[in-house]
C-alpha cells in the first residue's frame, strides 16, 4: 500500500485548511485509515481514524469539534479537514492505513499555524 499526501501549508490561526490522501496498491487490504502527526517537539500522536466502512471514527481529544475526517466514494481516499487551527496544531502530518498484518505511513505534508 502506498500513501501520498496533499494539502499541507502554512495557515493563520483560526482558519482552515484540508487534508487528502490518496492510496494505491492493495487497497482491497485496507480496514482502516487515518491522521497522525509528529509535533516540533517530536510527539507523535494519531489525530483521526475512521474504518473502511465508516461506521466507527475516532479522534484525539484535542482535535474533537475542530477535525473532521472522512473518506472519498472510492475508499480509497481518505481526507481531514481542519478548521479552527491552533498554534499548537503545528506539526508534520502523516496519512495512515492498516491492514490485518501491518500498518503503513506517507511521507507527511508539514502543516505551519501562524498567529
Known amino acids: 500500500v502506498q500513501l501520498v499526501e496533499s494539502g499541507g501549508g502554512l495557515v493563520q490561526a483560526g482558519t482552515s485548511l484540508r487534508l487528502s490522501c490518496a492510496a494505491s496498491g492493495r487497497t482491497l487490504s485496507i480496514n482502516a485509515m487515518g491522521w497522525s502527526r509528529q509535533t516540533p517537539g517530536n510527539q507523535r500522536e494519531l489525530v483521526a481514524q475512521?474504518?473502511?466502512?465508516?461506521?466507527?471514527?475516532n479522534y484525539l481529544d484535542s482535535v474533537k469539534g475542530r477535525f473532521t475526517i472522512s473518506r472519498g466514494d472510492d475508499k480509497n481516499t481518505v481526507y481531514l479537514q481542519m478548521n479552527s487551527l491552533q498554534l499548537e496544531d503545528t506539526a508534520v502530518y502523516y496519512c495512515?492505513?492498516?491492514?490485518?498484518?501491518?500498518?503503513?505511513w506517507g511521507q507527511g505534508t508539514q502543516v505551519t499555524v501562524s498567529s
Open positions: 475512521i474504518t473502511s466502512d465508516g461506521r466507527t471514527i
Open positions: 495512515r492505513a492498516w491492514t490485518l498484518s501491518r500498518d503503513y
